[in-house]
């Protein structure tokens, strides 16, 4: 089971370049969300989505957008790369049953902006 | 608001027990709990739902006590294996469909 898959797993980018982080589960898992994840802090949500055509921001969502067209795939486009953006990025699915369920993520996308 | 976890780090010798503490400021539907190896992504451990339940995983266990809105996690006699950053995330349930984490407590296990 190939689970979630995040790629690129590295990335470097120039300030005001845009670029797109894409994201990938073959669980059928309604709920997807991307997170970013600064030294020394935990998750924070940038965006997520409770299923296809359906998405909604969460804590940190300036300087990002995103589609879903499909419940498998769930892409994170920085439409204007800054060097606050420079962090690692993960992507995560999970059912939504009775709130959430156990969420599966995956290898994260490191990122850095110079 | 990010939950508040304790304590920031612990460093214990392989068979020492752990407490790590997770506490919100809102009404909570669940916790749940997650382990992060350096440069890896965060594993599942366990979900505790409203109503004081408590779970176990191996020798990993966890408590949820949603009238002080605070959730335990206890590792029991350590093992090299449990080294890593735990993260609690919140969720307040209903149509709020956000996980909100704690900022992580570093466990190092020492030989």
């Known amino acids: 089971n190939a689970g979630v898959t995040q790629t690129p797993k590295f990335q470097v980018l120039k300030t005001g370049q845009s670029m797109t982080l894409q994201c990938a589960q073959d669980m059928n898992h309604e709920y997807m969300s991307w997170y970013r994840q600064d030294p020394g802090m935990g998750l924070r949500l940038i965006h997520y989505?409770?299923?296809?055509?359906?998405?909604d921001q969460g804590e940190v969502p300036n300087g990002y957008n995103v589609s879903r067209s499909t419940t498998e795939d769930f892409p994170l486009r920085l439409l204007s790369a800054a060097p606050s953006q420079t962090s690692v990025y993960f992507c995560a699915s999970s059912y939504l049953g009775q709130g959430r369920t156990e969420a599966f993520f995956g290898q994260g996308t490191r990122l850095t902006v110079v | 608001q990010q939950p508040v976890q304790s304590p920031q780090a612990v460093i214990l010798r392989e068979g020492e027990d752990a407490v790590i503490n997770c506490s919100s400021s809102?009404?909570?539907?669940?916790v749940h709990w997650y382990r992060q190896k350096h440069g890896e992504a965060p594993v599942f451990l366990m979900i505790?739902?409203?109503g004081g339940e408590q779970k176990g995983h191996d020798k990993i266990s966890a408590s949820f006590n949603e009238k002080k809105q605070q959730s335990s996690l206890y590792l029991t006699a350590s093992q090299l294996s449990y080294s890593g950053t735990y993260f609690c995330g919140t969720d307040l349930g209903g149509s709020n469909y956000q996980l909100i984490w704690g900022a992580g407590t570093k466990l190092i296990i020492k030989p």
């Open positions: 505790l739902l409203k």
């Open positions: 809102k009404a909570l539907y669940s």
């Open positions: 989505s409770v299923g296809a055509g359906i998405t």
